[in-house]
């Protein structure tokens, strides 16, 4: 846990709930009420919070945030498709014995299509890369973890934007192909228990985990999803 996901975290928690709330009532309680309320989960050092004045300055941040959103609410004031699923999944590969799983942020309801339109908000200062898988898993999690068809996909950068962007929509099966790929070789490094990192240094990514093998890291409790969270 750090103080940027305690953000993303947050503010996602607040927008999710929103779709599951009839529409007439998703701005019936301020926003920044609701945000208090479930910031009490990632407070002090349970958000990895270093001071006082961190915590206060991510918390403003969120804040602006949803303020964005409470003056601009736009595709949130609408119908909305809910997966059924708490983590929606499928098999990605039965025979390898692969299978794909992932949370949508929010689905909007095309009436006019019977369709749905992914939509991704983002909480973080810089733009999703263009080569990341993110687009490939959510169109391919939509595909297959519900019935209607995609019409597009649209990223909200909350910290800066009043309305969401439009994205390209990536071909099917490309996206399998590629995502497949890479699944193929975590199967393969887990069954032969060899994990090698390609930086000579150890990336960002493994640091963390590092620390926390090392006994440099706190334990601070379980999340959601039954996994230990640790501060550095």
Request: with cysteine.
């Amino acid at each position: 846990m750090n103080p940027a996901l305690a953000l993303g975290q947050t503010v996602h928690d607040v927008l999710d709930e929103l779709s599951t709330l009839p529409q007439e009532d998703r701005f019936s309680v301020s926003l920044l009420d609701r945000l208090i309320e479930k910031w009490k989960k990632v407070n002090g050092k349970l958000g990895g919070f270093s001071s006082q004045e961190e915590e206060e300055s991510y918390l403003a941040r969120a804040k602006t945030m949803l303020e964005r959103v409470m003056k601009n609410p736009g595709p949130l004031t609408g119908k909305a498709v809910k997966i059924r699923q708490e983590l929606p999944y499928y098999w990605l590969s039965e025979d390898d014995n692969i299978i794909l799983c992932g949370k949508i942020d929010w689905l909007e309801y095309i009436e006019e299509t019977d369709s749905v339109r992914i939509l991704d908000f983002k909480t973080g200062k810089f733009d999703e890369d263009g080569d990341s898988l993110q687009l490939p898993i959510y169109y391919l999690l939509v595909t297959n973890c519900q019935t209607r068809a995609i019409a597009g996909v649209r990223y909200w950068y909350l910290n800066r934007d009043d309305e969401p962007v439009d994205e390209a929509l990536p071909r099917y099966d490309e996206s399998e192909k590629r995502v497949l790929e890479i699944a193929k070789k975590i199967a393969l490094a887990r069954k032969l228990d060899r994990f090698v990192c390609k930086s000579k240094d150890g990336c960002p990514f493994c640091r963390p985990f590092e620390s926390v093998i090392a006994g440099k890291a706190t334990h601070i409790g379980v999340n959601d999803f039954n996994q230990d969270l640790y501060t550095i």
